[in-house]
C-alpha cells in the first residue's frame, strides 16, 4: 500500500509563509510526479503546483511567483513553500503523486493525500 503524509498546514496572517510538506511512503518502485491541489468551499479542486521528475515545475497563475515546489527524491517528499499568502489561498490542500508501486506494471498510478486545511486571516 502507498499512503500520502501531509504536514504543515494551520492559521497565517495575510502576507504570512507556510512551508507544506508531503512525504510518501509504502510499496514505491518510482515517482513520477508529486504536486499539491487545493479546494476551497463551494469551488473545484485545483492545481496549486506539481513537479515531475527530470522536468521543470509548473505553477497555477495565481500563485506564480509566491509559491515554489520542490522535492527531495531520497526521501519520497515534496516541499510546497508558500508566501505572501492572501485570504483567497485558503483552501483544503491535498498532496499528490503519480507513481509506480512495485505491484504494479506500467505507467503509474495516481495517489492522493488526506488534505490540509490552510486558513489565512484578513
Known amino acids: 500500500q502507498v499512503q500520502l503524509v501531509e504536514s504543515g498546514g494551520g492559521l497565517v496572517q495575510a502576507g504570512g509563509s507556510l512551508r507544506l510538506s508531503c512525504a510518501a511512503s509504502?510499496?514505491?518502485?518510482?515517482?513520477?510526479?508529486m504536486g499539491w491541489y487545493r479546494q476551497a468551499p463551494g469551488k473545484q479542486r485545483e492545481l496549486v503546483a506539481r513537479i515531475r521528475t527530470g522536468a521543470t515545475a509548473n505553477y497555477a497563475d495565481s500563485v506564480k511567483g509566491r509559491c515554489t515546489i520542490s522535492r527531495d527524491n531520497a526521501k519520497n517528499t515534496v516541499i510546497l513553500q508558500m508566501n505572501s499568502l492572501k485570504p483567497e489561498d485558503t483552501a483544503v490542500y491535498y498532496c499528490?503523486?503519480?507513481?509506480?508501486?512495485?505491484?504494479?506494471?506500467?505507467?503509474?498510478?495516481?495517489?492522493w493525500g488526506k488534505g490540509t486545511l490552510v486558513t489565512v486571516s484578513s
Open positions: 499528490y503523486t503519480n507513481l509506480v508501486s512495485r505491484a504494479t506494471l506500467g505507467y503509474g498510478t495516481d495517489y
Open positions: 509504502g510499496s514505491i518502485r518510482s515517482i513520477n510526479a
